[in-house]
């Protein structure tokens, strides 16, 4: 008998899942473990892999929204039988009934040279790129592995005028469809807005923790360490000591969680995302670096996997590589507490009764009232400038 593939879950919550593009075409041999079909969830779009070894036979489900479970293709020996039953038509709203007259759309991609089987090489990322901003895969050249077309060649693409445009009027609208992931950043973060929340805000000397991270760096060559790193492995450790912020909040109970699992902001380019460094208290600052690196890589390369996404307890948010002084960041539901963090800069303070330049680093912590008091988050925020200002105590 034929093995059914069904459309997996991914993640906790994970109702449903969008078909990119198959990476197979009917009658092709698979092997376990083999890339098969592109999906994007609301958290990420990765390549999901075969689970079973033969030929495939069906194609059940070309592309669109599937939900969770349902058979969209079959597996088995070379000439098995495979029989489908097609659901029931979905009656069309009567706005689809008047648009029948209309002529169909041309097929997304054009076959073109430098593909496989018709089909041009390019990543899950620099797809969904071109797609909402209406590039043609097959006008670009790919710089990636075997010429794989990748987002950067994408994005260089779109700053080349067309050879042959029209012009476009200069009040003409650009309409670009939300993606599953802008569709969820969009829903996550106005939840956010109804918690009642309150900011907390410190100045931090960070001249101790600057030459951590020179030492760090002198002593570990082959990892990039930086100040979100040191960030992370005092966080990490103040988590710990400070178990009530450690906490998300539900409608019965507050869920205390035994580790620190701490998730750094990332502005990837299909939209803001939170790799989590887990059981990061139990990690050293290279290690942390380690991680860190590896699921920002992965999240600017749209690599990530759902797992990566999950079990996050707390929240760091640097945009002081943006020359950005302070910020208040959002709420990341369901966590109780998002650290949001600007750039180091010099400032005349006031040491021994003489002003003194010092690096200073202004921090302010967002916190989900419901769960977290206001001097349970001060005492936290107390405890990450201790350890900034002297980092030993943290480690």
């Known amino acids: 008998m034929p093995t059914e593939v069904k459309l997996p879950r991914l993640g906790q919550g994970m109702e449903s899942g969008t078909i990119i593009k198959w990476l ?53 020996k070379e000439g098995e ?8 038509p979905k009656p069309k709203p009567e706005t689809e009934k008047k648009k029948t007259d209309e002529p169909k759309a041309e097929p997304e991609e054009a076959p ?25 895969l097959a006008s670009l050249r790919g710089t990636g592995p075997d010429g794989r077309i990748v987002a950067e060649d994408v994005e260089r693409g779109e700053l080349k005028p067309a050879a042959a445009a029209a ?23 106005t939840q956010a807005w109804t918690v009642p929340a309150f900011q907390l805000t410190v100045d931090v000397d960070m001249t101790r923790a600057n030459e951590l991270v020179q030492k760090q760096r002198e ?21 710990v000591r400070h178990p009530d912020m450690n906490v998300q909040y539900t409608d019965d109970a507050l869920l205390a969680f035994p580790s620190a699992d701490v998730g750094i902001a990332v502005a990837a380019p299909q ?38 996404l999950e079990g996050g307890t707390f929240t760091i948010s640097n945009l002081g590589m943006y020359d950005v002084d302070q910020f208040i960041a959002v709420l990341n539901p369901p966590q109780a507490s ?36 206001g001097a349970t988050g001060a ?15 943290a480690l």
């Open 24 to 76: 197979k075409s009917e009658g092709d041999a698979v092997q376990k473990g083999e890339a098969l079909y592109e999906l994007d969830t609301d958290k990420v779009t990765q390549e999901v892999e075969a689970e079973a070894t033969g030929v495939l036979l069906k194609i059940a489900v070309a592309e669109g929204e599937v939900p969770v479970g349902e058979t969209i293709a079959f597996i088995g």
């Open 81 to 88: 039988m495979v029989q489908v039953t097609a659901p029931a």
């Open 112 to 136: 073109a040279s430098g593909g496989t089987n018709g089909r041009i090489k390019a990543s899950p990322l620099a797809r969904r790129i071109a797609r909402e901003r209406g590039i043609e």
């Open 167 to 189: 012009p476009v009027s200069s009040g003409e609208i650009e309409s670009r469809p939300l993606s599953n992931i802008r569709k969820t950043i969009a829903r996550r973060l």
């Open 219 to 239: 002593l570990n060559p082959d990892v990039r360490i930086t100040v979100t790193d040191v960030l992370t492995k005092v966080c990490a450790t103040a988590l």
């Open 271 to 308: 939209g803001l995302v939170v790799p989590v460094v887990k059981n990061a208290e139990r990690m050293t600052i290279a290690q942390i670096a380690g991680v860190r690196g590896d699921l920002v890589s992965r999240a600017r390369d749209n690599k990530l996997r759902s797992d990566d």
């Open 338 to 373: 998002i650290l949001a963090v600007g750039q180091t800069r010099d400032m005349v303070v006031p040491r021994g009764g003489e002003p003194t330049v010092l690096p200073v680093m202004t921090m302010t912590i967002t916190c989900d009232h419901r769960a977290v008091d």
């Open 379 to 393: 005492a936290f925020l107390k405890t990450i400038k201790a350890f900034l200002q002297d980092p030993g105590l």
